[in-house]
């Protein structure tokens, strides 16, 4: 292993995930719920009155983000991301972490952060399945293909 | 009317910080799982800012029932660890290192316009489309039997 120095990006990642943290505090805090994206998203398949409301505000406001992010710090806007999967990837994945995320009640947000932060052994163990995955998807992609 | 505006300002706040942490560059996500190529520590950091913030507001959050805003607070109750949960995980885990998109960074991405990224969350939509029919699907049996 080597650390690629060149996209090394601790001070904006710390405050990044400060922030995400902050965010998953005024969301427990205030709104009594755990900050989960997958769990957020999933429950309006199928759409349930009166369970919407709040899932629609939060997604509206995670889909200004791009806008306000832009006129706050236009520097450090990314103007075109790098994925370099092509359409078919992008499907497969799409599909798998649509399903995955349903069947193990989480994501990156629901288990990795606000699970980690309340120290749930649950949210550990799904962390460490979905970490441990990750690794070996890309170093069989990256390295042995 | 408190909590709309809450539940807003908390979506805005966090996909801010997807942004800022570099969660939504796809390209990154795979520099922080390649670990055995040239690897970018940066993502560590975005989850250790992340847990050591939200520490001490679920350190608070275990000792109430209810939010500041007076709902309830709806803190899991399941500690299950099954089959379920870890190859659930796995298969994520596998999509999140194929493309380099989890769900958070793959919706603030569509809102940024960037195409795969609809893809991508269409993609999911399907997959849990795909779980919620199986999971009806086998619970059939059990929805025939009348409930109380």
């Given amino acids: ?145 | 009317m408190k909590s709309r505006i809450s539940e807003f300002l908390v979506g805005l706040l966090f996909g801010l910080g997807l942004l800022l942490s570099g969660m939504t560059d796809p390209a990154k996500v795979i520099g922080f799982l390649d670990l055995s190529g040239s690897w970018d520590p940066s993502l560590a950091f975005v989850m250790g800012g992340a847990i050591a913030v939200g520490f001490f507001a679920f350190a608070v959050a275990k000792k109430r029932t209810l939010s500041f805003f007076g709902a309830a607070m709806r803190l899991p109750t399941s500690g299950q660890i099954d089959r379920r949960l870890v190859v659930g995980a796995l298969v994520f885990g596998a999509g999140w290192g194929l493309a380099g998109f989890c769900p958070g960074p793959a919706l603030v991405s569509m809102a940024a316009g960037q195409p795969k990224a609809l893809v991508f969350v269409l993609a999911m939509f399907a997959g849990m489309a795909v779980f919620e029919l199986a999971e009806r699907w086998g619970r059939r049996p059990a929805a025939e039997v009348p409930s109380a």
């Fill in chain 1, 1 to 145: 292993m080597s650390i690629d120095w060149s996209h090394f990006t601790p001070w904006f990642s710390l405050s990044g995930g400060i922030i995400l943290g902050l965010a998953s505090a005024m969301f427990i805090l205030l709104n009594g719920r755990i900050l989960g994206i997958s769990g957020i998203v999933g429950g309006l398949l199928p759409p349930r009155l009166g369970d919407l409301g709040w899932r629609l505000a939060f997604l509206a406001g995670m889909a200004c983000a791009p806008a306000v992010f832009f006129a706050l710090m236009p520097a450090q806007w990314v103007q075109a991301p790098r994925i370099d999967a092509g359409y078919p990837g992008i499907v497969v994945a799409g599909l798998l972490v649509g399903l995955g995320t349903r069947y193990g009640s989480g994501c990156t947000s629901g288990h990795g952060v606000c699970g980690l932060a309340r120290l749930s052994p649950r949210s550990l163990v799904a962390t460490l399945s979905f970490m441990a995955a990750g690794f070996l998807t890309v170093l069989v992609l990256r390295h042995l293909l």
